[in-house]
C-alpha cells in the first residue's frame, strides 16, 4: 500500500518537523502578500494612530453625538449636526495645557492641508476665560486655519466626572481628539500629542476618510 505524505511526516522525528512547518507557514505568508493581503488589517480592519503617549482607541458600540453646545468668536452657537456629510475630528484642549502648546501647529498646518477635502478639524478649547485666553493664543502662534471654538462651561466636553452640564465627550487627558464619521458617529479617540504630520498620522487619515467615504465604520 503506497504511503501518504501524512504518513511520511508522522515518521519525522520532532526535530525534523520543526524546519517542515517553519517553511510551511512562510509559504502560507507570502502567499497572503501576493494576493495582497495583510494579516493584520484583515483581522482587525480598525483606524490605527500612534501618539506621542497613547493610541487611538476605537469606542463601540458606536454612538452618534448628541448636539451639546460649542461657541465660535462671535458667540454663536454651534452643535456637531451641522458638520453632518464630512468627517470630522475634534480636538479639546487649553491654554494652560503643554502638551496642547505643543500639537496646536500641527493642527493648523492639517487643517491647511484638508481644505479642499472632506475633513474638517474643530479645535474646541475648554478655558474657563474663553475668548479672552483662547485669541491671543491663536495671534501668538499664528494659528491662521483653525476655527476659533470655545466650551467654557463644559458643555460639550466635560472633564469633572459629575458632568453637571451633561456634556458629551469625556476628557481622559489633555489634549484628547475624537473622530466622528459624516453620520456623526463617534468612532473612538486619542489622547495626549499627535504629530499629525507623521506617516501614522497620514495613514490614520487616510483611512479615516476612505473608511467613512464607503461607510465602513
Same mark, same amino acid.
Given at each position: 500500500? @503506497?504511503?501518504?505524505? *501524512?504518513?511520511?511526516?508522522?515518521?519525522? $522525528?520532532?526535530?525534523?518537523?520543526?524546519?517542515?512547518?517553519?517553511?510551511?507557514? !512562510?509559504?502560507? *505568508?507570502?502567499?497572503?502578500?501576493?494576493?495582497?493581503?495583510?494579516?493584520?488589517?484583515?483581522?482587525?480592519? $480598525?483606524?490605527?494612530?500612534?501618539?506621542?503617549?497613547?493610541?487611538?482607541?476605537?469606542?463601540?458600540?458606536?454612538?452618534?453625538?448628541?448636539?451639546? +453646545? *460649542?461657541?465660535?468668536?462671535?458667540? !454663536? $452657537?454651534?452643535?456637531?449636526?451641522?458638520?453632518?456629510? &464630512?468627517?470630522?475630528?475634534?480636538?479639546?484642549?487649553?491654554?494652560?495645557?503643554? +502638551?496642547?502648546?505643543?500639537?496646536? +501647529?500641527?493642527?493648523?498646518?492639517?487643517?491647511?492641508?484638508?481644505?479642499?477635502?472632506?475633513?474638517?478639524?474643530?479645535?474646541?478649547?475648554?478655558? &474657563?476665560?474663553?475668548?479672552?485666553?483662547?485669541? @491671543?493664543?491663536?495671534?501668538?502662534?499664528?494659528?491662521?486655519?483653525?476655527?476659533?471654538?470655545?466650551?467654557?462651561?463644559?458643555?460639550?466636553? *466635560?472633564?469633572?466626572?459629575?458632568?453637571?452640564?451633561?456634556?458629551?465627550?469625556?476628557?481622559?487627558?489633555? @489634549?484628547?481628539?475624537?473622530?466622528?464619521?459624516?453620520?456623526?458617529?463617534?468612532?473612538?479617540?486619542?489622547?495626549?500629542?499627535?504629530?499629525?504630520?507623521?506617516?501614522?498620522?497620514?495613514?490614520?487619515?487616510?483611512?479615516?476618510?476612505?473608511?467613512?467615504? &464607503?461607510?465602513?465604520?
Amino acid at each position: 500500500m @503506497p504511503t501518504t505524505l *501524512f504518513d511520511r511526516f508522522g515518521n519525522i $522525528s520532532l526535530r525534523e518537523r520543526l524546519p517542515c512547518l517553519s517553511h510551511l507557514l !512562510i509559504a502560507v *505568508f507570502l502567499c497572503l502578500i501576493c494576493a495582497g493581503i495583510s494579516p493584520t488589517r484583515a483581522e482587525t480592519g $480598525s483606524l490605527q494612530l500612534n501618539g506621542e503617549s497613547s493610541q487611538f482607541v476605537e469606542l463601540r458600540p458606536k454612538r452618534i453625538a448628541r448636539d451639546t +453646545p *460649542f461657541y465660535d468668536r462671535d458667540g !454663536i $452657537s454651534h452643535t456637531l449636526s451641522s458638520y453632518r456629510g &464630512k468627517a470630522v475630528l475634534v480636538n479639546f484642549w487649553a491654554t494652560w495645557c503643554v +502638551p496642547c502648546i505643543a500639537e496646536m +501647529p500641527s493642527l493648523d498646518q492639517l487643517a491647511a492641508e484638508q481644505t479642499n477635502t472632506d475633513l474638517s478639524v474643530l479645535t474646541i478649547s475648554i478655558d &474657563k476665560g474663553g475668548l479672552a485666553n483662547v485669541i @491671543p493664543f491663536y495671534r501668538r502662534f499664528s494659528l491662521d486655519h483653525l476655527p476659533v471654538l470655545i466650551d467654557p462651561d463644559q458643555e460639550t466636553a *466635560f472633564a469633572d466626572s459629575d458632568n453637571p452640564n451633561d456634556g458629551e465627550f469625556a476628557i481622559y487627558g489633555f @489634549p484628547i481628539t475624537y473622530a466622528i464619521d459624516r453620520d456623526g458617529h463617534i468612532l473612538g479617540y486619542i489622547t495626549g500629542r499627535v504629530d499629525w504630520q507623521s506617516q501614522s498620522a497620514t495613514d490614520f487619515i487616510n483611512d479615516f476618510l476612505r473608511g467613512t467615504e &464607503k461607510g465602513g465604520n
